[in-house]
């Protein structure tokens, strides 16, 4: 769990009352509760806040009150339990249309790749055929092949592409 969440949960069920995020984050640094070696831990604190309010809605345990001042939701709502899958049709399923979107996905990185390097003055084109090299770029008489990694949607329902 998150230490800063922790930390903010702590402070606001022992103060009662709406706090700006940067008391949310002086007392629990000086009670000891809260320790970083981070350079602006105030920050820090109002992005793991305003995070989980953005991500759960309904769900967070905090809300706003006024500007940059939070408290907690005293009408907090769970979150949706996902829907397992029991029936070996629908995991078959499930795996076909993986499979599917990853191609997709992999195409999108090498397209994401390709249009960063033509924006960076390289004369760049992707291969037709998949030999290994998705991606032939040239500039200043230097040739370069690239292979691209991408992978598959994260918790935050986008997809990582490192470049």
């Known amino acids: 769990m998150n230490k ?7 402070i606001l069920t022992e103060a009662k009352q709406p706090l700006h995020y940067k008391e949310i984050t002086r007392l629990p640094l000086e009670k000891g509760i809260l320790e970083t070696d981070g350079a602006t831990p105030d920050s820090s604190m109002n992005s793991q806040i305003i995070t989980d309010m953005k991500k759960k809605g309904n769900a967070s345990d905090f809300i706003k009150t006024a500007p940059s001042t939070y408290t907690l939701n005293t009408e907090k709502q769970s979150l949706p339990i996902k829907k397992q899958v029991n029936d070996k049709q629908s995991e078959q399923d499930e795996e076909d249309k993986i499979k599917i979107e990853s191609s997709f996905v992999g195409k999108a990185g090498e397209h994401l790749v390709c ?4 924006f960076r003055g390289y004369n760049a084109s992707i291969m037709s055929v998949d030999v290994g090299m998705d991606i032939t770029a040239t500039k200043d008489n230097k040739l ?3 292979q691209v990694k991408t992978a598959n949607v994260n ?3 986008f997809y990582n592409f490192d470049v």
């Not at 800063?4 to 702590?10: L, S």
């Not at 249009?115 to 033509?118: A, I, K, R």
Request: net charge negative; glycine share 0%.
């Open 115 to 118: 249009s960063e390097l033509l």
């Open 144 to 146: 370069f092949s690239i």
């Open 4 to 10: 800063f969440r922790n930390a903010a949960i702590d």
């Open 155 to 157: 918790q935050y329902n």
